[in-house]
């Protein structure tokens, strides 16, 4: 059988044409679009952080009736509780390492500002997120430096949370370090922050460490993290621990207990005040997650609805041409004609469907790029998207056409 | 051509066995013209699915153009029933959906057939019937005489040895019945071999043998005369 005789009878039965075509259209242009979107959102929650994930945890505290930062000695004395603290916690069996800091990849508590490589600039600045801490902030979080040195003890200073310190030394990552020097080394170079006068000295590289904003619009620096030696004294602070293989849980929980002991007078919040990292990557990317599943579940629903629609048609047809069936295996058709015939059809339906739903896939797409910003989708995922349906079609019609092969040559003269 | 020896059908439902056919015997010859007649029920249209191999049976041989088709796959017979056998049924049975072409059509691409030989064959039958100014006309714009030479011409398309026909004018007045018998005997002329069931003894008088069937058994010619057509109607099961 060839497609001439399929198309001249489809001509008589246009309404279920159109529905069927229609449906596998629109499906194609949705399953489509979410599918790039699912794909988007892996791809955004599959970034590497640039740290070392595994037996991380965050401590995050505010002391009661803790000193003002503003003045010297309030810092002085808020520094030595900072430094009392970390040192209860390097003292736990369980704990490999520790680092006061002030944010990490992920958190979305973010100190952002400009950098730029000419004293007091008012424009050109590079995007970058600031992480405060000790000279442990590199080897805790477990970020791989890939030039210069690391921080040292004399490095690091530390300076009331609204004081403005001088910064003579930071590391910064490799991507911030291109955008800044695009033609050539970034160690060794001076940079300015904020529009400061100041001079800083890049003596180390990172690899990669991305920055604590997950937003949107955060993505265009994502990965462009300057690292400062500075202690930041607040009534509130933040211990990044490494526990040793195998013993977060223990270590989380001796960090509380350990933390109370050295001064009772201070708050950990019973959710968000240890956390694991594991938990605040999962908070980070809940809403890209359940966006995911959404976009998941619209694609099955879609699917699904649409080889019900092409079942329930096709099977429709058969019935009404039970008669005609019979008729065709009088002449001469074998089984496999007749189920030949209903595959054929489907193809023929799911093609017109495929080039509307290619069109209206692309409308979809171009639509998005213009109001949500999104990318535009690569051709790849139409090519997919066509043979689903396409296959789905025709193992959705494979069950009546079956039963349309076994219509038996007698119906032709039994039948009415 | 085509010869039944000892054939019998039994339908089987949860409750009854119906014997259809019973000891049923007959032989065929090339190019012979018969007409099988009988009360509703007695058998004659089973006779014909069973000989077009629309239907297998339960005892008895049946030989087709020689062939033992007992044992033939699915396949096979529709094969057969593709190249040798052309069907009329009662009620012209066309696909609504195709025109008058595409219907002739349906067989031949069946066959495998090249375009251009089928474009030949549609046109020749179709002309035959009568019909070649009809190719685009959908059945449900004919009149019921046309359908059944647009059926006559599907059936003939193929060139068939055995032309089988299941009261072809059941279905139509007697002038149009007439024309449609007529087109049969042309056939028949040309060398075809003709089985058709039919209802109407006068039709049956213009075969070359009349072949009587009596509760799914052929009744010999001789006893045929005996039986008037309210007795006939006494035979039929109840
Ligand atoms: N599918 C079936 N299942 C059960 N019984 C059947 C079936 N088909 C036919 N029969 C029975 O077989 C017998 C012969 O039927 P058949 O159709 O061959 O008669 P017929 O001679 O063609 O009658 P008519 O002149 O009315 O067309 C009938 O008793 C009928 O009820
Ligand atoms: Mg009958």
Redesign the pocket.
Known sequence: MTVHPIIAALRRHKAGVILIGLQIALTLAIVCNAVFIIGQRISRVDRPTGINESNLFLVTQQYVGAPSSDTKAGADKLDTMELEDAAALRQLPSVAKVSVISSMPLLNSAWNGGMSTKPQAKSGFKMTTYYFGDQNMLSTLGAQLVAGRDFNAGDVQHAGFRTDAKRPVVIVTQSLAHKLFPNGSALGKTVYMDGSGSPSTIIGIVKRLQTPSTSDWASSFAYDSTLIPTRKDAFFSRYLVRAKPGQMKAAMAAAHDALFKVNPMRVIDDDMGIRSFASIRAEAYKQDVSMAILMGAVCIILLALTAAGIVGLTSFWVGQRTKQIGVRRALGARGIDILRYFQLENLFIAGMGVVVGLLLAIGVNQWLVQHFEMDRMPLGYLFVGVLVVLVLGQLAVFVPARRASRVPP?TA??SV | MLKMTHLS?V???EV?E????RDFSIDVKEGEFVAVT????????????IAGLLETFTGGSYHLDGVDVSHLNDNARSKIRNEKIGFIF?AFNLIPDLNVYDNVEVPLRYRGMKAAERKKRIMESLERVGLSSRLKHYPAELSGGQQQRVAIARALAGSPRLLLA??PTGNLDTQMARGVMELLEDIHREGATIVM?T?DPELATRAQRNVH?ID?QVVDVAEDRVFSTSQLAEH??A
């Open positions: 007698v003269t039994r | 059908k339908y089987r439902t009854v119906t014997y259809a056919l009988g009360p509703s029920g007695s058998g004659k249209t089973t006779f014909l699915t009662q299941d009261e069931v209802h069937v799914g039929s099961p």
